[in-house]
């Protein structure tokens, strides 16, 4: 399988992309040069070969969802720059009408 220069141009012009000629025939070489890579794989014998989920085995690194204690309004807020009663003041974010 090869990729022609009328195929990359018209690839490019759905991309909304301008290349000269020299470009095209250097992407149409690049692009023919993946594919070329992808016949090889094609090549390998992969017969019994279970499909794999992960190459690499790894455990989650996310730690369990564990309720816990639940900290005062006081605790939650020690922190804030600003507070009004029990919660966070911010800044209006919205802009006036």
Known sequence: M??????????AELAKLSFDDSQLRSLADQMNEILSHFDTLRSVDTEGVEP???????????????????????????????RRGDHFQVPAFLPKP
């Open 52 to 82: 794999a989920f992960r190459t690499l085995r790894r455990k989650s690194v996310f730690r369990a969802d564990v309720v816990g204690e639940m900290l005062t309004s006081d605790e939650a807020l020690a922190n804030a720059p600003d």
């Open 2 to 11: 090869s990729v022609t220069i009328d195929e990359v141009r018209y690839i």
